[in-house]
């Protein structure tokens, strides 16, 4: 038990032994106490020969849709350009009517208005919605999902069978299950 606390003390309260959890004991579980940005991680990391901390993630990869594109990940954009107060008709195609919104809607945001969804426009376009939400970017998430073979009904109500089918979605991709459609499981949906 000395030599324990010789290394906690060592790691300066960055690593928290399961030996002092106030309820049922652990000796063998050993945590990271701290946040990710906390200056002793780092610190520590250097001292045992690591990498200075949590690397950064990486990057994430949107599918780039453009004029001449057709399918549901178009629809989506197109969704989600309405969401975002854009004028655009839901049809799957990428034409004059969707690249027009796309550059006034890149040209809002101060990105370059080339008329291209690649992943600063898609980044740009998409927001987190959950259970109780409602409108276009709701159903951007059931169309894709319904194109993924998961059954959403594109109602535009992020209902409870619209949170079955997310958190179905959320499980076979490896994500996070909470039911709610962030950056991530926008960035799945959409690949």
Same mark, same amino acid.
């Given at each position: 038990?000395?030599? @324990?606390?010789? @290394? ?14 106030s ?8 945590e990271i106490n701290?946040?990710p940005?906390d ?14 901390g ?5 990057? #994430? ?5 453009r004029s001449?594109?057709s399918? =549901?990940?178009?629809?989506t954009?197109?969704?989600l ?7 655009v008709?839901v *049809?799957?195609? =990428?034409?004059?009517?969707? *690249?027009a919104?796309?550059?006034? =809607?890149?040209s809002s ?8 969804v690649?992943?600063?426009?898609? #980044? ?34 992020f209902g409870?069978g619209t949170d079955?089918?997310?958190r179905s =979605? ?16 926008w960035?799945?949906?959409e690949a």
């Amino acid at each position: 038990m000395s030599a @324990i606390r010789t @290394i906690l003390t060592r790691c300066n309260g960055v690593v928290r032994w399961g030996g002092d959890y106030s309820g049922r004991k652990d000796e063998m579980h050993f945590e990271i106490n701290v946040g990710p940005g906390d200056s002793r991680l780092a610190t520590l990391a250097a001292s045992l020969g690591g990498g200075g901390g949590t690397p950064d993630p990486e990057p #994430i990869a949107w599918t780039t849709v453009r004029s001449g594109s057709s399918g =549901f990940r178009v629809r989506t954009a197109q969704y989600l350009l309405r969401q975002r107060g854009q004028s655009v008709s839901v *049809d799957g195609v =990428f034409g004059s009517g969707t *690249d027009a919104a796309v550059r006034a =809607f890149q040209s809002s945001r101060g990105l370059g208005a080339d008329g291209i969804v690649g992943t600063d426009t898609w #980044i740009a376009l998409v927001l987190t919605v959950q259970s109780g939400s409602s409108g276009d970017a709701v159903r951007g998430v059931q169309t894709c999902l319904s194109a993924k073979g998961f059954a959403a009904s594109v109602d535009g109500a992020f209902g409870s069978g619209t949170d079955s089918a997310v958190r179905s =979605f959320q499980s076979s991709r490896r994500l996070v299950v909470d039911g709610v459609v962030g950056s991530d499981t926008w960035q799945a949906l959409e690949a």
